[in-house]
């Protein structure tokens, strides 16, 4: 099978997670990323949720991982972070600050049913898998990180759910690879997102043309997965066809989360929601026709108007007709047309020239 016939097969441009259906002709899926934003206390993760729905998100997402799950306990220089947000630390240290309790997520995901906003999370290897299947949760989120971990993939292939992979740093055919390993495992719902793994990245990173290139390419359901500051990048790919917006989300960026500092606070979020689904709306279709909002204005177009009163068999020259506001005459482009013909009546001096009032040349 060569790549077009391959994409061709792979064509699925909308699924559903929890009920709602994703793709272009429905409004952008809006995910609220916790993160590390949680800062350590179950509290305040609660509340990252009830904000998050509160602004109108579609999902809050967690990250499943522990300090062992990812790493090793090592202080050599190769486990050690040089530069950036997390300077000096070890990538242990970080991730066991970051981490969320696995005694947590059970509550979380209570919360989020009670709420009615979909919740699921990110897994960063089989036993994050197994917690979540568990807990029920109704799809999985491959970090940009992972997306090269093809055996993970499959793992999460496995459950069947739905499954959304954030391509920071990958290549075309590494995500080919994760997109082909995904489906060998038996997933059929497929999302992948643009992104740029800086914390935070530059809007001039993102390459938004990217986008209707991987969908073209990769015949999924595609979005975004946004590290820059503000939404102008998030809104902008709605217009080149991101079906899906991830943002990093917090309840303030001066309370101190490893990740505050790129992510949007509640106020942010819900300006997210609505001026992405304003820009969906405003995509709508290719229309050349009068809109609704325009029928009351057509009377302000130009017209024809007799600017001075003519007796019926009169010539209609140059000087006895204008083109003017408002619109009851006949259209500007038949000047040509009207001009040396008779008039057929007597007319008003400002009376609109309609065919009516015209005879013959």
Do not use: C, W
């Given at each position: 099978?060569?790549?077009?016939?391959?994409?061709n097969s792979m064509k699925h441009t909308s699924f559903q997670i929890a009920g709602r259906r994703i793709g272009q002709d429905v409004?952008?899926?809006?995910?609220a990323e916790m993160s590390a934003n949680h800062n350590g206390r179950l509290e305040r993760a609660l509340s990252i949720v009830e904000k998050a729905k509160a602004a109108g998100a579609d999902a809050v997402k967690l990250q499943t991982y522990t300090a062992d799950t990812i790493t090793l306990n090592c202080d050599a220089e190769d486990f050690r972070i040089c530069g950036g947000l997390w300077d000096g630390k070890t990538l242990y240290q970080l991730y066991q600050e970051a981490h969320m309790p696995w005694e947590w997520h059970r509550p979380l995901f209570d919360r989020a049913r009670q709420l009615g906003i979909t919740i699921f999370s990110s897994p960063f290897d089989s036993s994050a898998v197994d917690l979540l299947e568990e807990l029920g949760a109704p799809a999985y989120k491959i970090a940009s990180f992972e997306a090269i971990d093809l055996p993970l993939i499959r793992y999460v292939a496995g459950t069947g759910k739905p499954m959304i992979i954030s391509t920071g740093m990958a290549d075309a055919e590494e995500i080919q690879e994760a997109l082909d390993i995904a489906r060998e495992g038996g997933c059929r719902d497929i999302a992948i997102l643009h992104c740029v793994s800086g914390y935070p990245a530059p809007a001039e990173d993102y390459n938004l043309r990217t986008i209707p290139d991987m969908l073209r390419r990769y015949g999924v359901v595609t979005g975004l997965s946004d590290h820059t500051l503000g939404n102008t990048t998030a809104i902008a790919s709605v217009a080149l066809g991101a079906s899906?917006?991830?943002?990093?989300?917090?309840?303030?960026?001066?309370?101190?989360?490893?990740?505050?500092?790129f992510s949007l606070e509640p106020q942010e979020l819900a300006a997210l929601c609505r001026d992405s689904k304003t820009a969906w709306s405003a995509l709508g279709a290719i229309d050349y026709g009068r809109?609704?909002?325009?029928?009351?204005?057509?009377?302000f177009r130009r017209s024809l108007y007799f600017i001075q009163a003519m007796k019926m068999g009169e010539i209609v020259t140059k000087e006895s007709v204008r083109s003017v506001r408002p619109g009851y005459g006949v259209a500007p482009k038949y000047m040509d047309e009207i001009v040396g013909r008779r008039v057929c009546r007597d007319v008003r001096q400002f009376e609109p020239v309609t065919w009516d009032t015209l005879g013959g040349k």
């Open positions: 099978m060569d790549v077009t016939e391959r994409v409004p952008p899926y809006v995910i899906i917006i991830e943002k990093h989300f917090t309840l303030g960026r001066g309370d101190g989360g490893p990740d505050d500092s809109k609704s909002s325009e029928q009351g204005n057509a009377q």
